[in-house]
């Protein structure tokens, strides 16, 4: 559409809007020289967009874009609030290392510092995010597809890494899913399960804690009380107590009451931690209590019952003694079992012994029953299970029992 201005007019125009017909116009504010499209009324608005500056934009190809704005402007579009939105989404834009570093955030607060003072859960999704994830992490996260994932967690299926990088693929999931809930993806989640449990290999049989045999356990105590070795007071106190390694390894004086005696463990240092509501209970049998007294005896000071060494055995350490020395010992004493695998020895102990299976369970810190009868079951059955414990350390230390047996039960 030839206008009414000419390239002439263009340098030699005063202050002032210049029309040069058809919606075009030339703005002069001093130096500066700039065209400006004011489309026709549409909807009771006038549309307006700028076109640049005329050292950029001739006046040929002004009238060229004036016309595509236009006929863009009379079929309902708007460039221009497209373009201020592409812009808005491109500085909203998150990388998968962003999105990660704000959901790890968002997480960390509900998780665990270990009485030993260790982070695990942080340092695991620290490490799965920056080392495991660094082929996708400068990628925009609303660019990165199901092939990235694969090419993130092929590396542990290719070495049978399945729980490994199961656990991997969920909490890249989860950054997804957090992406996704705050608008940074609007496609689906490239992690989720639903699309993986069809492209992962098949796992191996799960493996269970290698446990001593329950007929073993008597002499393996005998044996273990003949080493020096720090540690061996953890392991029995463990066996006895039919606890977690971590558990015991973090129990202290003052959880422990002489007079009733029970040792009461913090739920936030049990498995569960903070989603667990109570502390657990455990009735002490007459050789917990005596193993407990030996090692009060020995007159150091310090919270815990089982310490950590430094140098000499009289410098007590401030921490719990570690879990690798304690499995080293058990090693030593060349049984291929792990500390945990000393509670299925009591459960398997339990069951062959017809004892009743809520005691059992509950003698794990283990759920038992329907969530509604776990609400219901308040009582800690301590006066129940203290015989059960007491039996179970009978057998253990190889005494004659003259306990009750709680037997299952009847239907």
């Given at each position: ?7 002439s007019d ?19 504010r001093?130096a ?7 489309g ?6 006038k549309?307006?967009?700028g076109l640049?500056?005329v050292?950029?934009?001739s006046l040929?190809?002004a ?6 704005l236009?006929e863009?402007w009379?079929n309902?579009?708007?460039?221009v609030?497209e373009r201020?939105?592409?812009r808005?989404a ?5 990388t998968?290392?962003e999105v990660?570093t704000l959901?790890?955030a ?7 510092t ?9 340092d ?7 080392v495991?994830?660094a082929?996708?992490a400068a ?5 990165i597809?199901?092939?990235d994932?694969?090419r ?5 299926w290719?070495k ?6 199961r ?7 989860q950054v997804?899913d ?10 689906a989640n ?6 993986f449990?069809?492209l992962s290999?098949?796992a191996p049989?799960?493996?269970?804690h290698a446990a001593?045999?329950w007929?073993?356990v008597?002499?393996?105590l005998r044996?273990l009380?003949?080493?020096p070795?720090?540690?061996?007071g953890v392991?029995?106190?463990?066996i006895?107590t039919?606890?977690?390694s971590g558990?015991?390894?973090g129990?202290q ?5 002489f007079?009733?005696r ?15 509501a ?6 002490l049998s007459?050789?917990?209590?005596a193993?407990l ?5 020995e ?13 000499s055995r009289?410098q007590?350490?401030t ?13 030593r004493?060349?049984v291929d ?12 102990w ?10 059992a ?5 283990h759920k038992?029953?329907?969530?509604i009868?776990?609400a219901?079951?308040r009582?800690r059955?301590?006066a ?18 003259t ?9």
């Amino acid at each position: 559409m030839t206008g009414n201005l000419k390239p002439s007019d263009i340098a030699s125009l005063g202050d002032g809007m210049h029309g040069d017909g058809g919606y075009l116009w030339l703005r002069v504010r001093g130096a500066a020289r700039s065209w400006i499209v004011r489309g026709p009324r549409i909807n009771g608005k006038k549309p307006e967009a700028g076109l640049g500056s005329v050292d950029r934009v001739s006046l040929a190809l002004a009238r060229k874009e004036r016309d595509k704005l236009v006929e863009q402007w009379r079929n309902g579009k708007d460039p221009v609030a497209e373009r201020r939105a592409a812009r808005e989404a491109a500085a909203n834009r998150k990388t998968f290392a962003e999105v990660a570093t704000l959901k790890i955030a968002a997480k960390q607060s509900g998780w665990r510092t270990s009485f030993e003072g260790r982070t695990s859960t942080l340092d695991t999704w620290t490490k799965n995010m920056e080392v495991d994830c660094a082929p996708i992490a400068a990628k925009a996260i609303d660019e990165i597809t199901v092939d990235d994932i694969k090419r993130v967690v092929s590396p542990h299926w290719d070495k049978n890494h399945h729980k490994t990088a199961r656990e991997l693929i969920s909490r890249i999931g989860q950054v997804f899913d957090y992406a996704i809930a705050h608008g940074w993806r609007s496609a689906a989640n490239p992690a989720g399960w639903s699309v993986f449990k069809h492209l992962s290999p098949t796992a191996p049989a799960k493996q269970h804690h290698a446990a001593l045999p329950w007929q073993d356990v008597p002499a393996f105590l005998r044996e273990l009380r003949t080493s020096p070795a720090v540690g061996v007071g953890v392991v029995e106190f463990a066996i006895l107590t039919a606890t977690r390694s971590g558990e015991t390894r973090g129990a202290q004086w003052s959880e422990i009451d002489f007079v009733e005696r029970t040792w009461t463990i913090p739920a936030s240092r049990m498995k569960m931690g903070k989603k667990r509501a109570e502390p657990h209970v455990v009735p002490l049998s007459d050789q917990a209590i005596a193993l407990l007294e030996r090692l009060r005896a020995e007159g150091l000071a310090g919270d815990c019952i089982f310490p950590g060494y430094v140098g000499s055995r009289q410098q007590r350490a401030t921490s719990p003694v570690p879990n690798a020395r304690v499995w080293r010992l058990v090693k030593r004493l060349g049984v291929d079992i792990t500390t945990h695998g000393f509670r299925s020895t009591f459960r398997v102990w339990c069951g062959e012994h017809g004892l009743d299976r809520e005691l059992a369970e509950r003698s794990l810190a283990h759920k038992f029953g329907s969530e509604i009868e776990e609400a219901y079951q308040r009582s800690r059955l301590i006066a129940r299970r203290a015989p059960l414990m007491q039996q179970w350390a009978d057998y253990c230390c190889g005494a004659p029992s003259t306990v009750v047996l709680p037997f299952k039960r009847s239907a």
